[in-house]
């Protein structure tokens, strides 16, 4: 499942740099992409950002938000199944909509910013 995902990000020239049962983590020298699963609410999601400012996080609720504001923000699931489901649906909206996040490009992280202040 994460598989994909990993193709994905590597494509650009990120690498992993941490896995465990609840995360795994991507670098490259522009940016930064974590996909979690959280045991106590079943969440999953995505941060990323630019690799020069990683205090700086988005979530994949911000990109939902800004790209497929239709689509529900957050992802839940319990079982094997759902999870497939959650992380092959993230990493189409990151292939779809994070070209320009990936590459670092700091415009797209604006728009991402500015999306986060509007839906806090």
Known sequence: MLRKLSLLVK????RTVSTDEKAIAFTSPVAFVRVWREPQSYEI????GLSADADEKFYSSDLIGLYE?????RFQAADEEGTIF??????QVLRE???????????????????????S
Request: glycine share 10%; aromatic share 10%; hydrophobic share 35%.
């Open 11 to 14: 494509q650009y020239g990120f």
């Open 45 to 48: 999601g995505l941060d990323l």
């Open 69 to 73: 504001p239709a689509l529900q923000r």
């Open 86 to 91: 959650a992380v092959k649906r993230l990493a």
């Open 97 to 119: 909509h994070g070209d320009e996040l990936l590459r670092g490009n700091s415009f797209a992280y604006k728009r991402l910013r500015d999306e986060q202040v509007r839906s």
